[in-house]
């Protein structure tokens, strides 16, 4: 019988704890990583001391290192005394992360830890949420807009909906693919309230991806298994998902608002672009910046610098008459960025890098695959979706969770790589 080194176990025991502490805080609230990642990497550094980790760098890693290493330079040749540290600190994580992970424990993820500690950490942002909405409606009357958007979640909705229906497909997976979490009531619960809270934060993105992964899984399953019985109960219960979601006025609204003004801007750009009296919604500010961003990245694709982006986007704004969003605080930084993370990155770094990200990103989703780790697919593909309305990677949530996630999972395929091999 093989002996199990006990210095291995207590490691393997200390390495899920605080891997779960980070994995909870990025759940809950991302700008608090530093408290969970800083015992994880004394952890490591122990074990790695203790020779229980190994040095085993994953190429696909790297991808993440390579556009810090491009934002570094970027911020270096256009050197702002104050725009510059801050671009370097805030995406410090695609530097940490892949060098993090390339150090390979002599003991195996325990993947359903890391689905469920993140899932706990989305259900405690989830819980802070309700408890805002409920504080915001103590002095007024109850009325349900106090319990959408941005009043019923404590990050930004759009971040905290594409991190719900990260923790949402990790369950569901971890059940029906991975074999690691046993099959419950609380498994329904948990899913059923995590849709209802996708819903209440009214983010399109996310309600619109959902709505896609019905309609592929009811096409996989005619297609491909033959099982039309299922199909039709994944059909039946989309339906009732949508009867119920189109019941909400703010979604359907919401909805109606966003087809309307992406006809509108398709079909006659030119009288759109001059009516300023149509910046009443977000997704007409939304439809502006595409606009100025697509414009200056013509002018420039070479890029214009992280630190001039903002500047650019101004100058840009200001030239088509929209000088209310034009403005810019005392940092030099601009209200409102594209709105969409390709635009962001060609206009800061140039067409080729942000070509190179969208390469990097289809290669993490072919990965994913082809390692039978189809959560990590999942991630990215929800991160290449959400990157064509947020610049998702310019806030700390995006930069860190998605990151982060990745990077673990890319470590873990490898792990079952080795295992299988």
Known sequence: MMQTNPSISKISIFYHYSLAVCLFIIGAYSPW?????LPFLLIVAYGLYRGDFTFSPQPYLYGWLILYVCYA???CVYWDPILSPRRLEYKLSFLIFPLLFSFKPNFKIKLNLVIISFGIGILAASFAGIIKSFLLALNEPVHLSQFLTSNICINHPSYYAAF??????GLLLGVKYYYCIPENIMVYAYSGFILIMILLSISLAAISFLIISCLTLVLYLVIAKRKIRLAFIAVFIFSLLTLVALQNRFIRDDFTSSFNSLTSFLFNHKE???DKDKINHGDEVRLIMWTVTVQELIKHPMGVGTTRSDATLSEGLNSLGY???AIKDINGEIKYNPHNQYLQTGLEL?????LCMMIYFLLLIYHGIKSNNIWLSVIVLILTYNCLFESILQRQ????GF???TCLLLLYSKQQNAVSG
């Not at 990583?33 to 990642?37: D, F, Q």
């Not at 719900?164 to 497909?169: C, S």
Request: aromatic residues 12%; proline residues 3%; without cysteine.
């Open 33 to 37: 990583i530093l408290y969970g990642l």
């Open 350 to 354: 140039g067409i080729i890098p942000m």
């Open 397 to 400: 949530s995006g930069i860190v």
């Open 164 to 169: 719900a229906t990260i923790a949402l497909f």
């Open 323 to 325: 000088g209310d969003l």
């Open 403 to 405: 990151a982060f996630l």
């Open 272 to 274: 759109y672009s001059s």
């Open 73 to 75: 330079i970027s911020a």
